[in-house]
């Protein structure tokens, strides 16, 4: 069995027309007809399944927290991980020097490489099967997403994030009152003085406003955190 047999039963999925296949496999160390355009495609098709399956299985969660979880999914090290899993690397086209310095384990090409392959999916078939092969390939990730899933407020999760790492809990004050009485709208600043950090939040309560704020808290500690690994 070829690399490229291996790696179609891996993804459960026959190509119909094994040059889209090839193509997608074509590293840019190869010369011409590399697989450059097919990851451009696959980068948007991929991120479209995800906001789509998030959007659809976490109702109660925010544009934040959603931007967040979608961007753990698509990233570098992910991607880099299904396709390690599936064996991508085996079945890659590389130039000699790309081959010689281990790029067929190397995360950037990995993970171009399984974007080039979900769009090579799309282009042998159609959007429902490729979205069927994407929650397919994912799915170990979308487990660890669904047992990782907040069911907590954010201003709660936001201190236990910090006394996790040993500091104070954050500092809430109204910094405006906007509005008519009868439509007041307040800006409530969230400050993390340890970690130099100061977000804000509107919303028609006090409450609605640091929730706000807290959930931006959230996601600057959790980037920077996600940086630094």
Excluded: W
Excluded at 17 to 38: C, K, P, Q, W
Excluded at 121 to 136: C, H, K, Y
Excluded at 199 to 207: E, F, V
């Amino acid at each position: 069995m070829t690399p490229a047999e291996r790696l179609q039963k891996a993804i459960g999925y026959d190509f119909s027309d094994l040059t889209i296949l090839s193509a997608a496999l074509r590293h840019r160390s190869v010369g011409s007809g590399h697989n450059e355009r097919l990851e451009f495609l696959g980068d948007s098709i991929l991120g479209m399944v995800v906001a789509a399956v998030l959007y659809e299985r976490y109702g109660d969660a925010g544009e934040g927290e959603l931007t967040r979880l979608r961007a753990q999914l698509v990233r570098q090290r992910t991607l880099a991980n299904v396709a390690r899993r599936i064996d991508l690397g085996a079945a890659l086209q590389l130039g000699v020097g790309a081959a010689r310095s281990g790029g067929a384990d190397r995360s950037s090409i990995l993970s171009d490489g399984l974007e080039a392959l979900i769009a090579a999916m799309f282009l042998d078939s159609d959007f429902s099967t490729v979205r069927s092969a994407i929650i397919s390939l994912f799915q170990p990730e979308l487990l660890e997403i669904a047992s990782a899933a907040p069911t907590k407020d954010p201003k709660t999760r936001l201190q236990e994030l910090l006394q996790g790492e040993g500091l104070m809990p954050p500092a809430y004050r109204v910094s405006q009152t906007l509005g008519q009485p009868h439509r007041r709208e307040f800006v409530v600043e969230c400050v993390i003085p340890e970690r130099e950090l100061l977000t804000h939040g509107r919303g028609a309560s006090r409450k609605a406003a640091e929730q706000q704020a807290a959930t931006f808290g959230i996601e600057k500690l959790l980037k920077d955190r996600s940086e630094n690994d």
